[in-house]
């Protein structure tokens, strides 16, 4: 089975530095550590308030990705601002994600059928200018089919339903892992690149990572969480113990 990648999402190690309007903990270091520690990629949220990574932020973290060869995913509103910004620094992919000021994380996937107008002028212009892009989506053939008709190269399907089931230990975990499993499918069978995100911990990760279309999951508030406890290098390396883990069972 193919190898699956850890893209670690970054944004807390902000929303802490932030709290105290200190230049501490930065989150560029993070990502030089989550790269040292077995992650591919550096994912990073900025949002339109700004409430945690900032555009020095992405300016920074485009130059040591750049520098370390290694991709940088820009998590972005459909936004002129966030377009603006994204041709500007020309990440290795664009993630176009929901954003809503009063919520407090993203609270579901990018409504691509009901934005169809809207988002793909804009994909065409990210892919035009080379960069790969992503439709944060629920685990909804519609939206599969809508992002897959937009243009976009990736979708990735957002597992915070099914987490959350878990962790409530609500009988509609099942039924979740299953939509999640249907999305992957069909979006492997439009010839999409999938990918998975939002949620995910130690004890739900891995019935995620055995959906053999996945090729990344992007994983951020929980290792930075755990970093606190047994520091981010380690936390890291435990997800990616995890994620091989299951995939070689399943393989097996």
């Known amino acids: 089975m193919t190898k699956l990648r850890l ?8 929303t802490v530095r932030n709290a105290r309007g200190e230049g501490y903990p930065d989150p560029v270091r993070a990502a ?3 790269l040292a520690a077995g992650a591919v990629g550096i994912t990073a949220h900025l949002r339109e308030d700004r409430r945690h990574i900032s555009d020095a932020d992405i300016d920074a973290l485009a130059v ?3 520098k ?8 972005m509103a459909v936004t002129p601002e966030m377009e603006a910004i994204a041709l500007a620094h020309l990440p290795h992919a664009a993630c176009l994600v929901p954003e809503r000021r009063e919520e407090v994380t993203t609270e579901g996937g990018l409504d691509v059928v009901k ?8 994909v065409r212009r990210l892919v035009g200018a080379g960069i790969r892009v992503s439709c944060f989506i629920d685990a909804d053939p519609a939206q599969v089919a809508a992002a897959a008709a937009a243009g976009s190269q990736v979708i990735e399907l957002h597992t915070g339903a099914f987490c959350q089931a878990v962790r409530e230990r609500s009988p509609d975990a099942s039924r979740l892992l299953d939509n999640l499993c249907a999305a992957a499918r ?5 010839g999409l690149e999938v990918h998975a995100g939002h949620g995910i911990d130690y004890e739900t990760v891995k019935p995620v990572a055995v959906i053999p279309q996945l090729r990344e999951l992007n994983i951020g508030h929980f290792l930075i969480g755990e970093a606190i406890f ?3 290098g380690p936390a890291i390396q435990r997800m990616r113990a995890l994620m091989e883990e299951s995939r070689a069972v399943n393989a097996a």
């Open 7 to 14: 893209g670690v999402n970054i944004d807390h190690v902000a």
């Open 32 to 34: 030089e550590m989550a």
């Open 64 to 66: 040591i990705c750049r």
């Open 68 to 75: 370390r060869g290694r991709p940088l995913n820009f998590e």
């Open 115 to 122: 934005g169809h107008n809207a988002i793909t002028p804009v």
């Open 186 to 190: 069909e979006g492997a069978r439009l």
């Open 230 to 232: 047994i520091g981010l």
